[in-house]
């Protein structure tokens, strides 16, 4: 049990394997992406990741179909940047690797914000983020929005990420429970994304140990509005490697006529 039209885009990845530091051992990671269309006609969903600096995104796109694939575009391209470029020129500690963080959040609002004055179509631009980072051995990782980060460890898949949306307050308050919240009218209501504007909420950056042979999986909503979290673990479970995970899990969504665009990374240390 849990814990708590076939069309790939460019996830602007990195070699196909390398190495991480673990606790003085070298650990091999390789992972595995797609985006599809599924029910929309346009794709605002973009992924990201890059094994050499062990860095994973997804991110959805809202505001409009080309404001949204913009934001997205944007996040994709500056966070990793701003994130390497902080990490690999000093040695952090866990207060650094979150400021770093943070600055790359800053920097995609910063780009957001000069297409938007440029542009008045992309005012309301913005987009939700699935991140994730390994730096020496430990995965850092936070979401803005309802994309989710999953973790499987020894055959155990462990929702690592709380949805920013209204339906997840409604569950906290006791309003309504997990199972309604799935088909409630207002799910794809999100209380934080990232904009022109900035956060409404501020981002949170957590970190977790990773083992040889887990697999963590980044997603959009698209995904998860189809399969449950025991569904998500029955096919990552069976899977042998990150490709076939990402293959066998968009095409869960899909044979589920999905109505969202659907995106996975899945990484495999």
Known sequence: MVSSTFQRLDSHSG???AGIRHGGATLGIRSAAASV???RDYNED???RCDRSQVYLVADGMGGHHGGAMASQIAVETVPSVWRNSVFENALT???IQAAYGNSLD???GEMSAVARKHCDYEQMGCTLAAAFVYYGRMYYGTIG?????LVHQDKLTRLTKDETLVQGMVDAGIITANEARTHRWRHIVTNGISPQGFKNTPRLRSAQVAEGDFVMLTSDGLTDELTDDEIEQVMKACSDPQECVDQLIKAAIDREARDNVSCVVFQT
Not at 146 to 150: K, M, T, V
Request: proline share 0%.
């Open 107 to 109: 920097w995609a609002v």
């Open 94 to 96: 866990y207060s650094g």
């Open 15 to 17: 070699d196909a394997a």
């Open 37 to 39: 269309c599924g029910g």
């Open 46 to 48: 973009r992924i990201y």
């Open 146 to 150: 309802d994309c989710r980060i999953y």
